[in-house]
């Protein structure tokens, strides 16, 4: 069962990124993304991260409010 606190930069870490707040902010900066573009096909993410991804939304995981935030920061 998982127990942590699910915010943005818990999520970054849970991808595997850098989740420093600067860290986050040029992620974000760097990586746009097309609105006919589904999150999870976006060309950065490895297969792993691409994976968490599906499934979290798939399974409507704890982790899927912040994967939307994500989606829309990624806009």
Do not use: Y
């Amino acid at each position: 069962m998982d127990t942590s606190k699910h915010n943005l930069a818990n999520l970054f870490a849970q991808l595997g990124l850098d989740n420093s707040p600067d860290q986050i902010a040029k992620f974000i900066d760097k990586h746009r993304i097309a609105d006919d573009v589904l999150l999870c096909d976006a060309p950065f993410w490895n297969e792993g991260q691409k994976h968490f991804i599906q499934e979290s939304l798939r399974e409507d995981a704890d982790w899927c409010e912040l994967i939307d935030e994500l989606d829309a920061m990624l806009r």
